[in-house]
């Protein structure tokens, strides 16, 4: 009896195994040139918008940095002139080389002007004029326990402060009064909603904001939203793309509509980056180009390991402790 039951268990694991699927692409393309060089060490963390190694050099759209953080500090932006902004997660925010003491434990900042915004780990957001160190403005929000890490940073746009919260919210303050003037709840309801991608594209003036769950434009004229499952999301100019869940490439305009895409059967897209064509990282050591217009696309062998972090940050993909530069 007792050999029927170890006999079944295995049958039964093995049965959940062979049942799983994974993307096979029917054509793998050698057809590229991809310089792969060796980072001083693996990624420690990550934001959207760039990593910290784990000998605390940074990873941003500078490349990587020559000088390292002083440890304990991850980083989260960079200022207008270039300086670094980082985080203890305790105490302590690091711009440039100075150090400043925070009443909680940041999970996103920005400066501009002199302002300083930033998010808390417990969802306050604070405006904070640089110059006396005095609060602006302040709000205390309901706490969200579970967050994607990709923690999406204020956003100064002209006379607005953009603050994306960890509960599906963007709060829009004045830079004028220092006063909230709009709520914008992009996704309230689902678990995991906090804002991961808050982009501008310039020409429509259209803000748009992403949880993984939710896209929302926000135009002067209008605000509109779409549900996906997102496992990415890039703006490039006048377009949005994005991955889903289920392996779907999608080209989107400003306001969301649905201009191509392009359906990977079982694929895991791990990061998206543009140079000019879209490029999706896949799980099984895959990597798919497809054309700006979306009618032509390629699939090329990309080994990595996928249990390690990875970032794509302009045309380089950054992985383990390597990256590529893409063509």
């Known amino acids: 009896m007792k050999h029927l039951l170890i ?41 959207k918008i760039g990593a910290t190694l784990e000998d605390n050099r940074i990873i941003t759209k500078n490349g990587i940095s020559e000088f390292e953080l002083p440890e304990g500090f991850d980083f989260i932006n960079l200022t207008d002139d ?43 957001i604070e405006l904070i004029d640089m110059n006396n160190d005095k609060t602006l403005f302040k709000e205390y ?19 607005l402060i953009l603050f994306p919260t960890l509960n599906g919210k963007v709060i829009i303050v004045s830079a004028l009064n220092n006063e909230s003037v709009k709520n914008i709840a992009v996704d309230p309801d689902n678990e995991f909603n906090n804002i991961i991608s808050l982009n501008v594209i310039e020409s429509s003036q259209t ?65 998206l980056a543009f140079t000019d064509s879209l490029y999706a990282v896949e799980s099984q050591g895959f990597l798919i180009n497809v054309s ?18 990875m970032i794509a940050i302009g045309n380089r993909i950054y992985y383990n402790s390597k990256y590529i530069t893409l063509p």
């Not at 969200?144 to 999406?152: F, K, Q």
């Open 141 to 159: 929000l309901p706490i969200s326990l579970a967050n994607d890490t990709r923690i999406a940073n204020p956003y100064f746009m002209g006379n």
């Open 82 to 124: 270039g300086k670094i902004i980082a985080t203890n997660y305790i105490d302590k925010l690091l711009i440039g080389n100075q150090e400043k003491k925070v009443k909680d434990v940041v999970v996103a900042a920005t400066i501009k002007n002199g302002k300083l915004a930033v998010v808390y780990s417990n969802n306050t």
């Open 7 to 47: 006999s079944l268990s295995a049958l039964l694991l093995f049965t959940a195994c062979s049942s799983k699927k994974y993307y096979e692409p029917e054509d793998v393309s050698s057809n590229i040139e991809l310089n792969k060089e060796s980072m001083s060490s693996s990624i420690k963390s990550m934001n």
């Open 207 to 271: 803000l748009i904001v992403a949880t993984p769950n939710k896209i929302v434009s926000i135009s002067p004229k209008e605000v509109l939203s779409k549900e996906y499952d997102l496992r990415d999301i890039i703006v490039n100019k006048e377009n949005v793309y994005i991955a889903t869940i289920d392996g779907q490439l999608i080209k989107l305009t400003a306001n969301l509509e649905e201009v191509a895409k392009k359906k990977y059967k079982y694929a895991k897209i791990h990061a």
């Open 292 to 309: 700006s217009d979306f009618k032509q696309d390629a699939v090329y062998d990309f080994s990595f390991d996928n249990e390690e972090r």
